[in-house]
């Protein structure tokens, strides 16, 4: 039916981009455009500046690929609002706010690590209706649309069943040099690690949420996120059927920045863990 509604372009290996005024196909179209750009210059030297902390990290390829999905958004929606990593928050005149990370993993990026996203969220009166996270290193494309379903490229996903929490991988994120939460990181590591089948810290908090909604890991959990980081996570994640909260287990991760996602099992059992050990 998408192709039927719209000019259809062939790029890349098999991607097909659907040219049209539809906020999922404008989103992928940027997506893949910046996931271009990225591409052609992973592997080489980068201008390497610091916002804030000595580990946050950004390079002329996250204002570069911002550029790009921004200028692809305006184009095609002039009155919608932004918040960018990179460039901040941008009024609008319509009730539609884009939530934009660039590079998502930039460190993986920099060190030559092929695990890094472009993540592209869309909220209608503060509701996500759509979201795309593209991995330009191996081509593999997230989207969903609210009420529709999550995709990988064409295949349709739906999060793993598993329910005991010895048989689950769990993702999640470790604080570093320049974070004030190293503490309770290790309190937190030390609880889940002896109740779960394997641990893992990928580096791009987008394709973790893609990872759960895959069916990949089991379950992921982190704090101190930014909402570039969740928007699109979590209605991929949502659209293949997980539960996704801040800590306390009802609360919104894009007010709180923490996040704990998986089936309704998993998420359960994992709130129940880290719950009671801080907010
Ligand atoms: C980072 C990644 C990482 C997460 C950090 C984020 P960035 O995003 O998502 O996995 O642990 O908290 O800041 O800075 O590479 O866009
Ligand atoms: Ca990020
Ligand atoms: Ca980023």
Redesign the pocket.
């Known amino acids: 039916m998408l192709r039927e509604a719209c000019r259809v372009v062939k790029r890349g290996r098999g991607i097909l981009i659907p040219v049209s005024d539809s906020f999922r196909d404008v989103a992928v179209e940027a997506a893949l455009q910046a996931g271009a750009f990225l591409r052609s210059r992973f592997g080489a030297r980068h201008d390497i500046s610091y916002k804030g902390s000595p580990t946050n990290l950004v390079t002329e390829m996250d204002r570069g690929a911002e550029t790009i999905i921004l200028d692809a958004i305006h184009a095609r929606f002039p009155g919608h609002a932004v918040l960018a990593?990179e460039s901040g928050a941008r009024s609008g005149t319509e009730p539609y706010r884009w939530i934009v990370?660039p590079?998502?993993?930039?460190?993986n990026f920099l060190h030559g690590i092929p695990h890094f996203a472009i993540s592209i969220g869309l909220q209608r009166e503060g509701t996500l209706i759509a979201g795309v996270i593209y991995n330009p290193a191996n081509e593999e494309l997230y989207t969903a649309e609210r009420g529709k379903g999550t995709f990988l490229n064409d295949q349709r996903l739906r999060v793993a069943g598993r329910r005991k929490l010895n048989e689950c991988v769990i993702g999640c994120?470790l604080p570093h040099l320049g974070r004030g939460d190293l503490e309770l990181s290790r309190i937190e590591l030390t609880e889940i690690q002896e109740r779960v089948a394997g641990l893992r810290r990928f580096?791009?908090?987008?394709l973790d949420f893609a990872f759960v909604a895959a069916g990949r890991l089991d379950g992921y959990w982190?704090r101190?996120?930014?909402p570039w980081?969740i928007a699109a996570g979590q209605i991929i994640l949502r659209e293949a059927g997980g539960i996704v909260s801040g800590i306390a287990g009802d609360d919104d991760p894009l007010k709180t920045g923490n996040v704990i996602c998986g089936n309704e099992f998993v998420h359960a059992e994992l709130v129940k863990i880290l719950k009671p050990l801080g907010k």
């Open positions: 990593e990370d590079l998502d993993g930039t460190t994120g580096g791009a908090a987008s982190e101190n996120l930014q980081d």
